[in-house]
């Protein structure tokens, strides 16, 4: 009898923290659930040649509020998932563009496309050349 009467006080000695720890925990996994909410994802087609473009086209998206960026070489297809507070699609699409790969909706100008490593030329594939190792691609970082 003794035992139990001690064990219910102690219960209830222990309920107000309970609940607030309770509580806390309510309030941090909403807090989880809103900033997962702003994620958002995107795929895009980025013109690209080689895996120097690969990595150029992944460095561009090596940005803050940029959770990951997977280029496709093979389908040429860029997936980002990105925080929607920080990027929209344009702005994205622009990330591409500024490093000279155009995408399915925006162009690289001229300017940008010209700074490109030359055998990263991907509008003019004859003279791309990234097939085969006779291009010094180490030295390709000074774009
Ligand atoms: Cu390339």
């Known amino acids: 009898m003794n035992h139990?009467?001690?064990?219910?006080?102690?219960?209830?000695?222990?309920?107000?923290?309970m609940k607030t720890h309770f509580l806390l925990l309510a309030a941090l996994a909403l807090v989880a659930v809103s900033a997962q909410?702003?994620?958002?994802?995107?795929?895009?087609?980025?013109?690209?040649?080689?895996?120097?473009?690969?990595?150029r086209i992944e460095a561009a998206f090596d940005q803050k509020g940029i959770v990951a960026a997977d280029y496709n070489l093979e389908t040429k297809q860029l997936h980002v998932v990105y925080k929607?507070?920080?990027?929209?699609?344009?702005?994205?699409?622009k990330l591409a563009t500024g490093v000279?790969?155009?995408?399915?909706?925006?162009?690289?100008?001229?300017?940008?496309?010209a700074n490109m490593h030359g055998c990263c030329k991907y509008r003019d594939v004859e003279h791309g050349s990234c097939t085969g190792h006779?291009?010094?691609h180490d030295h390709d970082d000074h774009r």
Not at 84 to 93: D, G, I, M, Q, V
Not at 100 to 113: M, R
């Open 4 to 17: 139990n009467v001690n064990r219910v006080e102690t219960g209830r000695r222990i309920f107000p923290g």
């Open 37 to 55: 909410a702003q994620k958002a994802e995107l795929t895009f087609g980025v013109s690209g040649l080689c895996g120097m473009c690969e990595n």
């Open 84 to 93: 929607a507070k920080k990027w929209n699609e344009e702005k994205l699409h």
């Open 100 to 113: 000279g790969h155009d995408t399915d909706k925006f162009k690289a100008t001229d300017e940008q496309y």
């Open 134 to 136: 006779d291009h010094d």
